[in-house]
């Protein structure tokens, strides 16, 4: 399903490189999340990625944190079905930008991504440091949306998916 090869693109080596990034990009195929070159000028949400008909698109001329691969990701992901392959260019709500984060926790831990490259310094408005103490922690940050949308066990409920287990990916 996924239309790019990693070593196509370049990758930032403080984000993992490319290892990390073809660890991200066969989680990404193996649920269901469609990956494709970035062409022409579309619109960035961060710089290298685009979400554009609910895929995730890679700009080759861009270096690219392989962790925002699992960030924007978790945008496609927790959007209602029906509503995914219309999704792009996003505009993130508090909510919205909350479950992906939750949700590329979760993908981080199943690609083995370990924290300071999950929340980068480059990105997360400042608040990285922030995240990776509070994740580091055992904090849940949006986990409850994701129980919510049946991807997890609701927070603070017994079941065998309690996050950042998922009992599945998609919404």
Do not use: N
């Amino acid at each position: 399903m996924t239309a790019v090869d990693p070593g196509q693109y370049q990758w930032r080596a403080e984000g993992g490189g490319e290892d990390a990034a073809r660890r991200c990009l066969a989680f990404l195929d193996r649920i269901g999340i469609v990956t494709a070159p970035l062409e022409g000028a579309e619109a960035q949400l961060l710089d290298g990625l685009a979400i554009i008909g609910g895929r995730l698109l890679i700009d080759p001329a861009v270096p690219v944190w392989p962790s925002d691969l699992l960030h924007e990701a978790g945008h496609i992901a927790v959007t209602a079905p029906e509503d995914r392959a219309s999704l792009g260019p996003i505009i993130a709500d508090g909510g919205d930008e909350m479950a992906a984060i939750a949700w590329s926790y979760a993908a981080a831990r199943e690609c083995g991504m370990p924290l300071d490259q999950l929340f980068h310094d480059g990105g997360y408005r400042g608040d990285s440091a922030m995240l990776r103490e509070a994740f580091a922690s055992g904090a849940t940050i949006g986990a409850p949306m994701l129980g919510y949308f049946g991807l997890c066990d609701p927070d603070r409920q017994p079941g065998d998916h309690p996050y950042p287990a998922m009992k599945r990916w998609l919404r």
